[in-house]
């Protein structure tokens, strides 16, 4: 029989009396120091005034928790959370959704970029790059979290995750964390050398198409999330995916049409 790693550590990293400080909190505020570390760089890099970043930054962390957590509500257990309105106000007792995340920020952006010069799609592209390093920490906070497990598995690398059953699972969270690592490669490395030379949003565009692709295909590795069923060989994430993947393609064809007239 195969000896698999087990994963048991505490989701509580630290704990001064009443403060308690969890593993996925760590993570994310990791993400977004780090958001704010890399967007005061490129405010830098292009002369602009960096004090702006604050105020951007608190948008887009307002957008994301409010998005994420109204999707979750809205997309994966309606019934529930629609017959316990009050519920949806009880974000500490977890459940974000990535997809009302994205939703979130791209609707915060808008909110801010209306009390500035630069033009919508400028945020939109320095914002994915950030976003794809900050979706790298917070699939680690549920990795410690022993949450979103994927199905079981007797691949080498999988993981037992003692606080959910003792079957070994394949760690879905390192997959769409390290997925998210790549694809913020990718856009850094665009942003970098072709920004000015390419239509504005691709790279936002380019972030939806990677980020959902991959998340479509790791769905297929991914336990069921949505607190209903329904009959259809894809899951809640795939569907909810399709959208933001054919919203990305339909900008980037639209924008090389564009460029060769």
């Known amino acids: 029989m195969m000896d698999f790693f087990v994963w048991d550590i505490d989701p509580l990293f630290i704990s001064f009396g009443f403060l308690k400080i969890r593993w996925y909190g760590l993570m994310f505020a990791s993400a977004f120091i780090s958001s704010y570390v890399l967007m005061s760089w490129m405010y830098q890099r292009e002369n602009q005034n960096t004090e702006e970043v604050d105020d951007l930054l608190w948008y887009v ?4 928790i409010v998005g ?7 997309f994966y257990d309606p019934a529930y959370y629609l017959g316990h309105p009050l519920k949806i ?6 459940g974000l959704a990535s997809h009302g995340g994205i939703i979130g920020i791209v609707f915060g952006l808008y909110l801010y970029q209306r009390r500035v010069t630069q033009s919508y799609a400028w945020f939109l592209d320095r914002v994915a790059v950030v976003c794809a390093l900050g979706g790298t920490f ?6 410690f979290n022993s949450e979103i497990v994927g199905i079981p598995a007797t691949v080498p690398w999988a993981v037992v ?10 760690p879905v969270q390192l997959y769409e964390s390290i997925s998210y690592f790549f694809i913020f490669l990718l856009l850094l490395t665009l942003y970098i050398t072709v920004k000015d030379k390419i239509r504005p949003g691709v790279i936002f565009a380019t972030s939806l198409v990677a980020v959902f692709t991959a998340r479509f295909f790791l769905e297929f590795v ?8 329904h009959e259809f060989w894809m899951s809640t994430g795939q569907w909810l995916s399709i959208p933001f993947l054919l919203a990305g393609l339909c900008y980037i064809v639209f924008s090389c049409y564009r460029k060769a007239e």
Do not use: M, V
Not at 89 to 94: C, D, S, Y
Not at 138 to 143: D, T, V
Not at 161 to 170: G, M, N
């Open 161 to 170: 995750f003692r606080r959910i059953d003792l079957l070994p699972r394949h």
């Open 89 to 94: 106000l009880a974000f500490w007792e977890g």
């Open 138 to 143: 917070i699939r680690l906070g549920n990795f």
């Open 68 to 74: 994420a957590r109204l999707g979750h509500c809205l």
């Open 222 to 229: 991914k336990t069921q999330q949505s607190g209903y069923s």
């Open 61 to 64: 962390a307002i957008g994301t």
